[in-house]
């Protein structure tokens, strides 16, 4: 560790803060975080905690389901103008115009939403276990949001449910080629092809496997394969390499990469962890709704 990350993790003892990172984020910052997950473990490890303070180095909607999920500790969010391109593309007034269009729908909110709209959904889910959730429904009827390729993916995994898809997406994944996937598939034809569920269909389509940040971390390890194609963005590089150095991640194009997951700098970390003041807090009576939301996203598994 350098001077600054030792200083950052002096801090966050003394003032018994937990310091969460997303798996996209710079090695650095993973490097300095006490834990590293995907989006389900952020929350509920933020949710699980003792600590008084939670530090999020990730994008904005990570920040507010912790502080949905945890209304008496301080949520602070060190890269303050992170947001996420998908969570932006709807509101709380298009989710209720679609709503109005599907009556009998649940309304099932992928977690990269802004807390507004999870107080409008029934249901929360990530990339993790939106299949699993959807397909424990009673209900036939879903409206999912914001993600059409998460959605079109849980629609082909539960074949009985009707759902309705909102054009939202990730910009990140929508800049995978084909052209790219199968050059370096014919490159390393021996290799597995790992996918995140936020690709589009196109790109899914040569996938071996559709998993989530850290269902990809744990699938290389336990898996007896020693080389993958890795379909998401490509901050996932450093815990892939830090849990199988012996194993080889391929990467069609090395600048796919988000640019609010490049936000956090060990200097605005340091920065947030100083001063307290960059924290996030959800109106209450937006919160309370956005909770249940999340916390049925839980109990559900
Ligand atoms: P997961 O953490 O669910 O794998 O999600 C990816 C993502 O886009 C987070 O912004
Ligand atoms: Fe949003 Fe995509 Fe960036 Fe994740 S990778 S924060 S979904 S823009």
Same mark, same amino acid.
């Given at each position: 560790m /350098?001077? /600054? #990350? $030792?200083?950052?993790?002096? +801090?966050?003892?003394? *003032? &018994? !803060?937990?310091?969460?990172?997303? %798996?996209? #984020?710079?090695?650095? +910052? #993973?490097?300095?975080? &006490? +834990?590293?997950?995907? %989006?389900?473990?952020?929350?509920?490890?933020s949710r699980d905690s003792k600590a008084k303070k939670i530090i999020?180095?990730? =994008? $904005?909607? !990570?920040?507010?389901?912790? %502080?949905?999920?945890?209304?008496? $500790? *301080? =949520? +602070?969010?060190?890269?303050? &103008?992170?947001?996420?391109?998908m969570a932006d593309m709807i509101d709380a007034d298009q989710l209720r115009e679609e709503k109005r269009k599907h009556p009998n729908a649940v309304v099932v909110a992928y977690v990269n939403s802004s807390?507004? =709209? $999870?107080a409008e959904s029934d249901l929360c889910c990530t990339s993790a276990n939106a299949a699993k959730l959807v397909a424990s429904l009673e209900e036939d009827e879903i409206l999912f949001v914001p993600d059409q390729y998460l959605g079109s993916w849980v629609a082909e995994q539960v074949p009985s449910k009707k759902i309705h898809l909102y054009p939202g997406f990730c910009p990140i994944h929508q800049r995978f080629t084909?052209? &790219?996937?199968?050059? /370096? *598939?014919?490159?390393?034809p021996d290799a597995? =092809?790992?996918?995140?569920?936020?690709?589009?269909?196109?790109?899914r389509r040569f996938a071996d496997k559709i998993l989530s940040t850290s269902q990809m971390i744990r699938h290389a390890q336990s898996s007896s394969e020693t080389r993958f194609i890795i379909l998401t963005e490509t901050g996932i590089a450093h815990p892939l390499a830090k849990a199988c150095p012996e194993k080889q991640f391929i990467f069609p194009d090395s600048r796919i990469k988000c640019a609010n997951m490049g936000k956090t700098t060990l200097e605005n970390l340091l920065e947030a962890c100083e001063t307290e003041e960059l924290e996030i807090k959800v109106p209450e009576n937006i919160r309370v709704r956005a909770e249940k939301a999340l916390e049925r996203m839980i109990a559900l598994g």
């Open positions: /350098i001077e /600054i #990350q $030792k200083r950052i993790r002096e +801090i966050a003892k003394a *003032k &018994d !803060m937990l310091i969460l990172a997303h %798996s996209y #984020q710079p090695p650095e +910052i #993973q490097d300095t975080a &006490d +834990i590293v997950a995907d %989006s389900l473990e952020l929350a509920r490890r999020l180095c990730g =994008v $904005k909607f !990570m920040a507010e389901s912790a %502080s949905i999920l945890n209304p008496d $500790k *301080k =949520v +602070i969010l060190p890269a303050h &103008d992170a947001g996420c391109p807390a507004e =709209v $999870k084909e052209e &790219d996937i199968l050059r /370096i *598939k014919g490159e390393n597995v =092809v790992l996918c995140h569920p936020e690709a589009p269909p196109r790109i």
